[in-house]
């Protein structure tokens, strides 16, 4: 019920609201101190109406910084490859599902996750405890269960809008807390164990 109705406020932004947004959000998000420590990050290419990530890709490949991005396998697991600019992306129909833009050239394979200093993830809610709610594909479960397996802990990241912050998401026992929500209005962090 709760991802219905973020995806139904989701669907009657403007193209403008998420231009907007997009460019608040990659300024908040570039503000951040993990990321501006991060030599590699792994992060998504937005679609449809949600939160615009392309400006925030783009600036952190301006500074420097090697960004992943993800290729949706058929079993609905993740592998990256490497973002060169927005004219390195393909849009890839995957069945049924929504349409994807996945970076062209070298597969690294579903461990080049573990490269990554930073992990942004998309999301459609986020609670006080720093509980993700996702689309309920399962597949950023599987990318952070790979890098809790490899002993690896970069720091988790979601990016939403402002209301999308909300007071609890339904969580199962295999979610892991993000130590971090960037909106377009600002920063919040979570105590991890709360």
């Known amino acids: 019920m709760l991802r219905q109705g973020i995806l139904a406020v989701r669907n009657t932004l403007t193209a403008d609201d998420v231009r907007e947004a997009a460019a608040a959000l990659a300024g908040r998000a570039l503000e951040l101190p993990e990321l501006a420590r ?6 998504y290419v937005s679609v449809g109406s949600e939160p615009g990530t392309l400006a925030l890709l783009d600036a952190l490949r301006a500074r420097g910084v090697r960004v992943l991005l ?27 599902k929504m349409a994807l833009f996945e970076p062209v050239g070298e597969r690294l ?42 002993g690896m802990h970069p720091a988790l990241v979601v990016l939403l809008y402002d209301s999308e912050v909300v007071e609890r998401v339904p969580a199962q ?14 920063m919040r962090r979570f105590r991890q164990g709360s």
């Open 38 to 43: 991060a030599r590699t990050v792994a992060a």
């Open 70 to 96: 993800p290729v949706l396998l058929p079993d609905n697991d993740l592998e990256w490859g490497a973002y060169s600019g927005e004219g390195s992306l393909a849009r890839v129909q995957h069945g049924s």
């Open 173 to 186: 026992a295999h979610d892991r807390p993000v130590q971090a929500v960037v909106t377009p209005s600002g």
């Open 109 to 150: 394979g579903p461990d080049a996750v573990a490269l990554a200093d930073v992990v942004l993830l998309p999301g459609l809610a986020v609670d006080a405890r720093g509980m993700r709610l996702g689309r309920g594909g399962g597949s950023y479960d599987r990318v952070l269960a790979r890098l809790e397996r490899a």
